[in-house]
Antibody, heavy 123, light 108 residues
Framework: EVQLVESGGGVIQPGGSLRLSCVVS????????MHWVRQAPGKGLEWVSLISGDGGSTYYADSVKGRFTISRDNSKNSLYLQMNSLRTEDTALYYC????????????????WGQGTLVTVSS | SSELTQDPAVSVALGQTVRITCQGD??????ASWYQQKPGQAPVLVIYGKNNRPSGIPDRFSGSSSGNTASLTITGAQAEDEADYYCNSRDSSGNRVVFGGGTKLTVL
């Protein structure tokens, strides 16, 4: 059974930093690209970032580029999102999601999602 | 702003057919995928690629595409299909992913 479990969310002041984690099981982690997707309260889904299976390629939405860093530790089946210089508009439920394409490719489709971890940026 | 455009809300009578659309330039190059999200739950992939359903998704869900428009069709909508539906694809550059703004489906 595929499982993705996020953690690390919380309440943080503007300008602060937070590191999210996602531990996965049930599939060969290093064979798949992984995404972070967020959803502000009452709003739609917003793609945040993607990392290739080997960690060698990363991509970011313009809204977070230069502030957020995606990484992974394949030995620990873990995905991370380091979030710096947080803004109130970063308040959202952050999901990690598995890309559907196996191997050195990524499709942009996510076939498995975690339940999310809530980040609240507020003074 | 989203590079994929969806109608904010659509309604359908129980048992009838409904089409939810998604427009964007990137859809001329990439297929859309579709997600269903119910309140308090994570999104669930319902359609991906040309017209593929993940295991466990009812065959009343289907997808199609023409030009810059992708469509999700529910044939014989059920009460449990009431949810928010999101499309996504790679963006026009191919180096990012974009989501549509979402469509709230009401089953009457």
């Amino acid at each position: 059974e595929v499982q993705l479990v996020e953690s690390g969310g919380g309440v943080i002041q503007p300008g602060g930093s937070l590191r999210l984690s996602c531990v996965v099981s049930g599939f060969p982690f290093d064979d798949y690209a992984m995404h972070w997707v967020r959803q502000a309260p009452g709003k739609g889904l917003e793609w945040v970032s993607l990392i290739s299976g080997d960690g060698g390629s990363t991509y970011y939405a313009d809204s977070v580029k230069g502030r957020f860093t995606i990484s992974r530790d394949n030995s620990k089946n873990s995905l991370y999102l380091q979030m710096n210089s947080l803004r109130t508009e970063d308040t959202a439920l952050y999901y990690c999601a598995k890309d559907s394409a196996r191997g050195g490719f990524w499709s942009g489709y996510s076939d498995y999602w975690g339940q999310g971890t809530l980040v609240t940026v507020s003074s | 702003s989203s590079e994929l455009t969806q109608d904010p809300a659509v309604s359908v009578a129980l048992g009838q057919t409904v089409r939810i659309t998604c427009q964007g330039d990137s859809l001329r190059s990439y297929y859309a995928s579709w997600y269903q999200q119910k309140p308090g739950q994570a999104p669930v992939l319902v359609i991906y690629g040309k017209n593929n359903r993940p295991s466990g998704i009812p065959d009343r869900f289907s997808g199609s595409s023409s030009g810059n428009t992708a469509s999700l069709t529910i044939t014989g909508a059920q009460a449990e299909d009431e949810a928010d539906y999101y499309c996504n694809s790679r963006d026009s550059s191919g180096n990012r992913v974009v989501f549509g703004g979402g469509t709230k489906l009401t089953v009457l």
